[in-house]
Structure formats: C-alpha cells, structure tokens
C-alpha cells in the first residue's frame, strides 16, 4: 500500500540495521485488518520469503491468550480470581495468612521471583544440554517450584517480578477445570472462533505446515547466527508457546478491540476483558526505560501514549521475537514478528506503526532505537597516545562495556560497564564501591571527519 510506504522503507532499514533475516506484519484500524505482509527471510539458507502468513513462536504474548481462557473459566462461574492456587494445585508456596490466589498468577504479583523452569525447559529445546535439573516431567517441574520457600521474597501484592513459571500454574488450572488439555482447550475456544486455525503449540502441527519460521540465534562463530529448530515443551505452552501469523494475530487483535466479539460471535464478556486491562501492579520505572507502566493479568497497560492509552506485551523464545500492541479507544492494534531475537526493534516498530496511524512524527515515537544507534555507533577499539593504552567498547544486552585486555597501567584485564549519565551528552561512568568515588568516561564524536574520542579518568582515547 502507497499509504506505508513511509514505514516499509523504515522496516528494511531497520533490519538492515540489526541484522534481521526476516519478519511480518500486521495491522488493525477502525477494528478492521488494513495491511499485513511479510519481509526478508523465514529461511536464509533457502531464501523463502517471510509472508503475513508465517507462523512465528510469538513468546509471551501467549500469556494474553491464557489470561483470556481463564477469564472464559470465570464467567463460566468455575473458579474465581481470589481463589487460593492452592486450592486447585499441589501448590506450596506461600502460607495461609497470606496466600498467593489466581489473580497474582496472571499479574506477577506473587512476591515469587523468576523461578526459571521454563527457561531450563526452553533451553533445552534450544540445544543447551548444560543445565541438569530435572524438568522432563510435571512432577520434575513441582518438585522445582515447590522446593522454593527460601525464594518467596514477600507477601503478594508488594512487588512485581516477572514470573514464568506461574503462568505454567495458570494452565495446569485451566486443565484441571476442564479436563482438556491446555492446548485442546485454547484451540477450541478461542483459536477456532478467530478462525486462527493454523496457529498451533504442538511440534507436530508446526512440522506439517509449509510455511514456517526456521530461527536463528547468536552464533559463537564468524557468522552473525547460527539456525537453530523452534522450541517446544509443554511447561512452556502457558507461558510463551503459541506459534502463529501476523494474519491470523490480526483476528485476535480485531477481538480485542472489538470488545471480545469476533463476527458477531463473543469469546469473552467486555466487562471481563476490561479486567484484563485494568491496572493491577506498579512496573518499576527502570524496567520499561521510565515509563509509567502497570501490569493487569497477562497485559502491560500504559497509560499515557501521546495521550492514549496502550495495551501491550512482547515476546521472546530465544529463536523468535514478537510485540502485539493496541489503542482499544482507537480500535488500532499491531502485531510483529520476527525469526531471531528483535525485541527492541519490534517494539518500536509498533510505537512508530501507531504513532504513524495517529499522525504523530515518526522521529517522535521511537527514542529506544535512536538510543541504540547512538551507542552502537560508539563501539569498536580504542587507544591512547602511542597505542600505551588500549580499550574495547562493546553494547552487549543493552549494556556499554569498557574492556581492558592489555594495559600498562590496570595491570589485570577487565571489563567495566558504563553506567549513562547523560545520553544526550555521552557522559558516563564506572561506579566504584566506595563512597563518591567514580570514573568519569565521556564520549565525542565527531561526525564531519567520522571520528571518536572519550576520555577515562585522565586517559584520553582515540577510536582506530
């Protein structure tokens, strides 16, 4: 379409950029589907297009979809957000005067940090066999969680740790209640009403199909990744495992703002949808880069969008990335994905797809990926007067690093992270644990001649 141009040329920058072999996607407005396709690669090596209709692993978005089911149990009059988990699983954590429910499940509010069984699970489907802790079975993932008493930091409702391995609960609930498979149960009453029928969570399915993802993830090797299988695993289904398209993902987001109807049909009552979206617990600021975001049951809800409110969540399983997000007032919604991990720039993609649909600047809706070009820009090796001193600035997990191999003056190799003090001025530094003492690091760049300096304490360094 002529009208996104504008941002199609954005999106193969962007992957350019960072190096994504491919991805899709889709969008919604005035609650109707209004343009879906797909860029780059599913398979490199083959060189099969990414279409709308790819499926993609679409990570914790899954959560959104168990939120739902369960939200369905409740107005079916079967269970109740306030009901102990207890109640339902041989669930030990906790204790009585305090007891960790339902809705602390879907909000991570449970006061229980990442217990990581859904990343052993994860791994392993990845190729990483290093990790021997039993998680092969149900009574394997249990005997994980329920050995964790040491690991309940407080009581529920005080912190937010996002957690895993409590959504897993949710759909062995979600089971129990309807003596269906989790998956079953999904398919059947909510994939099936959206017309979502290649969207799957089993391995067997995914292999029948023709037109899939093959991930990639980083590669140890001169090569940028390596291709790796997509991972499936049961305790993983609750938590992050549906596999869907950007043109069927538009069905659900259609749903959604919709109100919970999807051609006259309902999947959830509106009132239990708005549940959903109705802040629960605080996300500290720092996590989401100062915003003031909250989390509902399975959703992450920002309040002030350029003066809308946003509802959104990403995903991530190592070989594919996604980012769903919607302005329900707006009947607006987009959904992105891609085969390697691109969580930075799917998300921002979906801030600059609605801003574009608001008519807001693009420049203004993507301050994330000006941050990241901006650092990136600044890595690479740098040496003093001479080459006496030597430095490598590497951006690693969306960390700056200093690290000193061989130096005359630190005698050990190290490697420091820069600590921003001032993006916009480059400014940084290396914390040191005594009290006010710090190392001041500054960069400058000069961009008529390409080149960049910083200084290090009384060090002044020169890019090579």
């Known amino acids: 379409m002529e009208r996104f141009e504008e941002i199609e040329q954005k999106v193969v920058d962007l992957m350019g950029e960072f190096k994504i072999p491919g991805l899709s996607i889709g969008i919604v407005e005035h609650g109707k589907p209004i343009y879906a396709k797909g860029f780059g690669a599913r398979n490199v090596e083959k060189n099969l297009p990414f279409t709308e209709n790819t499926l993609f692993g679409i990570g914790s978005i899954s959560k959104s979809f168990t939120a739902l089911a369960l ?19 041989n669930f030990k954590l906790g204790d009585n005067k305090n007891p960790i429910k339902i809705c602390h499940l879907l909000s991570h509010s449970s006061g229980i940090p990442e217990l990581s069984a859904n990343v052993v699970a994860l791994v392993r489907q990845l190729g990483n066999f290093d990790v021997t802790i039993p998680m092969s079975s149900w009574n394997d993932f249990f005997l994980h969680i329920n050995n964790a008493i040491t690991e309940v930091f407080d009581v529920p409702d005080k912190n937010f740790f996002y957690n895993n391995d ?9 089971e129990k209640l309807t003596n269906m498979k989790f998956e079953a149960y999904i398919k059947k009453n909510i994939l099936e009403p959206l017309n979502m029928d290649r969207s799957i969570y089993l391995k067997e399915d995914f292999e029948k199909d023709n037109d899939v993802l093959t991930g990639y993830i980083p590669s140890e090797e001169k090569k940028l990744y390596k291709e790796t299988s997509h991972p499936f ?55 989401l880069g100062g915003k003031d975001a909250w989390y509902g049951l399975g959703w992450v809800i920002e309040k002030d969008f350029f003066g809308h409110r946003l509802i959104h969540h990403g995903g991530d399983v190592g070989s594919s990335t996604a980012f769903l997000a919607l302005l329900p007032e707006e009947k607006m919604g987009v959904i992105l994905g891609a085969n390697c991990n ?114 290090f304490d009384r060090y002044y360094f020169h890019k090579i």
């Open 71 to 89: 939200l369905q149990l409740i107005q079916e009059g079967k269970i109740n957000l306030q009901d102990p988990v207890s109640k339902y699983l």
């Open 166 to 174: 409590m959504f897993t609960c949710v759909g062995l609930i979600i």
């Open 233 to 287: 695993d049961k305790i993983v289904y609750a938590p992050g495992g549906l596999v869907s398209s950007a043109r069927e993902m538009q069905n659900y987001i259609i749903t959604l703002i919709n109100g919970g109807l999807f051609n006259n049909s309902r999947i959830i009552q509106q009132s239990l949808l708005e549940q959903m979206w109705t802040p629960y617990i605080k996300i500290p600021e720092e996590t």
């Open 342 to 455: 691109a969580s930075i720039v799917l998300s921002s993609l979906a801030h600059l797809i609605l801003g574009f649909l608001l008519g807001i600047e693009i420049s203004k809706t993507t301050p994330a990926l000006k941050i990241d070009k901006k650092l990136k820009s600044l890595t690479g090796k740098y040496s003093t007067y001479k080459n006496l001193e030597n430095i490598i600035i590497s951006f690693d997990n969306d960390i700056l690093y200093a690290e000193i191999k061989e130096s005359l003056d630190f005698f050990i190799p190290m490697k420091l992270p820069l600590v921003p003090e001032d993006i916009n001025e480059l400014k940084f530094y290396v914390p040191i644990v005594y009290p006010n003492r710090k190392i001041k690091v500054q960069f400058f760049v000069e961009e008529t001649i390409q080149e960049v300096h910083f200084t």
